[in-house]
């Protein structure tokens, strides 16, 4: 029966300080979202600066609103050692910027969605350098937030602790799945469990259980991810080296400091040869495996508010029991407030309609 909270990610801070008209417009889709946390990306100025100066004013705003703000900041770069100093500095700014400033204008948290699996190479053999270096900024991070008596919190895929189809663990370091190790290491979590279905084995509530369940043995706490962005459909295509007849070509050479790769489908075999005949030395490897996830598995985009609303009720029923389950988080104000209508004003239809 606790109440629990809803989230949202922004990431247009540098709009909304532009734009008086499209500020309103947040402070109006908190208000009819019952949003009562905020992830507000940070500026990329220093504090003291006028855009700074700006930022904290919207954040006494949505603090005047009754939304409590933690300062957002991510990239996949943070996760290598040699871009760890500028993650640090970004919280010692938010830490240095709190100290000089009143309550209302002050950052209840700090938050950072660095997801270190978009980085080259890290579905190869760097994955457990990646890992382990994403794992030690948090530990960089942790000792910030500590210090400043402030909250830390980051964001995870649900995948963290899953496995191949191939039974071999997704992210692991010293035998244990990555996700523990993050919640080891910051107060709260938010799941991207990003799945339009509820139930089931590919649903929000079976991606996001384990995670709930490790921080309710260990006192941390989880939000709920739901995607509410457009999306493309993904499509995922596995290539070998062993020839296959009538499969595509994925043709990889070296160039610069990376790759260069061009996939020639089956039926063109002009496009074939000639590339070929541009890169005599390329790798040529053949299509096994194409899978494609459609949007409409992965996001809200497309579908009603109340569709919404039940997936958000349902989230809430199931995990909520749970006292490390904190409430559900919506990606992102970008996509949300467009949806046009309050979130809150179908919830006893969604409820009616789902039973």
Partial sequence: KRALRRAMWVWETEALLADDTLREQLLATCAANAISDVFLQVVGAAPGSAAWDAMLGLVADLHS????????????KYANAEHHAIAVAVAKAVVQSNRSQ?????FDGLRFDIEPYLLPGFSGPAKRRILEEYLAVLDKLRKVAEAADLPLGADIPFWFDGYTRYHEPVARVAGRPVSELVMDRVDNVAVMAYRTRIYG??????HAIDEVEYAESTGKAVFIGLETGPLPNEHVREFVRS????A????????????????????????????????????VLYLRAETIAP????TFNRSSVAQLQQAALRIVEE???????????????????TFGKKFSDTAEDAVDSSR
């Fill in 65 to 76: 609103a009754g939304v409590r703000v933690e300062a957002l900041d991510g990239s996949p």
């Fill in 102 to 106: 009143s309550k209302a204008r002050q």
């Fill in 201 to 206: 084995p590919d649903g929000v509530i079976a």
């Fill in 243 to 246: 020839p296959r007849k009538g």
């Fill in 248 to 283: 595509d070509r994925l043709l990889v050479w070296p160039e610069g400091r990376g790759f260069r790769l061009i996939h020639v489908r089956a039926a063109d075999s002009k496009g074939l040869s000639a590339a070929l005949a541009a890169q005599p030395r390329a790798r």
């Fill in 295 to 298: 949007a409409s598995k992965i």
């Fill in 319 to 337: 995990l909520g029991p749970y006292d490390a389950t904190v409430g559900v988080a919506l990606h992102a104000f970008g996509s949300l407030h």
